[in-house]
């Protein structure tokens, strides 16, 4: 009967703050909000990685979403480096003016963008397992969004009407 095709992006969320860490690690693994802040403690102060001292991440106890500009700067380069130029967004002004928006620190995001979870040899899994969710969650937010093609087709059949939907990836983003 009709089929209708749109393009759709899918932009990713910004990078995370104290309640959304929380309530990622509780959605992904199980955590309790009590374990997600011990581990980001952890990660915060300093885990031994190759024989030397290490904080992993930035201040975990945070409601500001924004981001220092030689870290977006960094993780331009990363992208770049590591995706392609046309994965990497450009800088986005994040809103940070909000009624009870405390803007002392940054977001949470990680120390380094090039140390991935996977490179954290001899790490604990839960404190590995959180660190890379929030590099994730930085890297992903300052990338392009992913484009797709959007499809939505009405089929009529003897009268009883089926709709489908679909989508098809056209740029990962």
Not at 89 to 98: D, E, L, P
């Amino acid at each position: 009967k009709a089929i209708n095709k749109k393009e759709r992006n899918r932009t990713s969320k910004p990078p995370f703050i104290t309640s959304t860490l929380q309530q990622d690690a509780s959605a992904k693994y199980n955590y309790s909000a009590k374990r997600v802040m011990t581990i980001a403690q952890r990660l915060y102060e300093g885990i031994e990685v190759n024989k030397e001292l290490v904080g992993l991440i930035t201040y975990m106890r945070t409601d500001s979403v924004r981001l220092s500009d030689e870290f977006v700067d960094s993780a331009k380069d990363y992208i770049e480096k590591t995706y392609g130029a046309n994965y990497y967004k450009g800088v986005k002004k994040v809103s940070t003016k909000g009624k009870n928006i405390q803007d002392a620190h940054e977001a949470i995001r990680p120390s380094n963008v090039s140390l991935k979870g996977d490179s954290l040899a001899g790490v604990e899994r839960d404190a590995q397992r959180l660190y890379d969710l929030i590099w994730r969650q930085f890297v992903a937010c300052q990338m392009t969004s992913a484009q797709y093609l959007s499809s939505t087709i009405l089929v009529d059949a003897n009268g009883v009407e089926f709709k489908a939907k679909g989508r098809t990836l056209v740029f990962d983003g």
